[in-house]
C-alpha cells in the first residue's frame, strides 16, 4: 500500500506495524502542538494565524487516524464503524487500541481486501 493510501483512503486492510507507526507519529505531532495550542485561546484573538494551523494540523490528524484505524478494523474483520468505539470514554479507546494494536488480523482475504501480510 503506498503512503497516500494508508494515510487518506477508508479502503482495504493494513496490519499492525503501520498503524503503531502512524500512531506513534501522531502521538508525538499532537504532543508537539498540544502545547503550542493551548495558549491560543478565546483571550488571544491576534493570533489566529498560528489557531488556524493547529485548527488544520488537528483536522489532518483526525483524518489520518480514523482512515489507518478503519483499515484496522478492516483487517480484523469489522466495520469501519467500531472505529466509532472510540466516542466511548476511557474504555473505548482502550478497547480500540488493545484491539488494532495487539490483535492479529485475519488471515488470508476477507471482505476487505487481501492479506496485507501476504501481499506483494
Not at 5 to 10: A, D, K, N, V
Amino acid at each position: 500500500m503506498n503512503i497516500p493510501s494508508l494515510l487518506f483512503s477508508f479502503n482495504g486492510r493494513i496490519n499492525r506495524l503501520p498503524y503503531w507507526i502512524v500512531t506513534v507519529i501522531l502521538t508525538g505531532a499532537g504532543s508537539a502542538f498540544g502545547k503550542p495550542a493551548a495558549q491560543y485561546g478565546p483571550d488571544n484573538l491576534m493570533t489566529v494565524g498560528p489557531a488556524l494551523i493547529t485548527l488544520i494540523t488537528f483536522a489532518f490528524s483526525l483524518w489520518v487516524g480514523l482512515a489507518v484505524q478503519v483499515k484496522r478494523w478492516h483487517d480484523l474483520d469489522k466495520s469501519g464503524w467500531w472505529a466509532l468505539v472510540n466516542l466511548v470514554p476511557v474504555i473505548g479507546w482502550i478497547w480500540a487500541l488493545f484491539q488494532c494494536g495487539f490483535m492479529p488480523g485475519t488471515t488470508g482475504e476477507n471482505r476487505f481486501g487481501a492479506d496485507p501480510l501476504k501481499e506483494k
